[in-house]
């Protein structure tokens, strides 16, 4: 079994940043999709980021510009910078691969962007 657990979440201001990182516990970045998801409150988790096992990434149109998708194999960490934050963007961020026929979920890690 994989755990991954989120951190660097926080409050910022409108048009400041943060660098959300996952730890996986072992080597799986290099090997299977990473996936960033948030949900706002009342709202249903969305698809914000993917990292695919070669490095590529994709976005959503919500996000795309001002998000980028990253990862360190050697250290089993995928990260999400997320650039010029709007209130919108306020919600737990989580990160997901699957293992087989599993999602592997982390714990979620608060953003909270004030206006």
């Known amino acids: 079994q994989v755990q991954l657990v989120e951190s660097g979440g926080g409050v910022v201001q409108a048009g400041g940043s943060l660098r959300l990182s996952c730890v996986a516990s072992?080597?799986?970045?290099?090997?299977?999709?990473m996936y960033w998801y948030r949900q706002a409150p009342g709202q249903r988790r969305e698809l914000v980021a993917t990292i695919t096992a070669t490095g590529r990434t994709s976005y959503s149109d919500s996000v795309k510009g001002r998000f980028t998708g990253s990862k360190d194999n050697a250290k089993y960490t995928a990260y999400l910078q997320m650039n010029d934050l709007k209130p919108e963007d306020t919600g737990v961020y989580y990160c997901?691969?699957?293992?087989?026929?599993?999602?592997?979920w982390g714990q979620g890690t608060q953003v909270t962007v004030s206006s």
């Open positions: 072992r080597n799986i970045t290099s090997t299977r999709n």
């Open positions: 997901n691969c699957w293992v087989g026929s599993s999602q592997v």
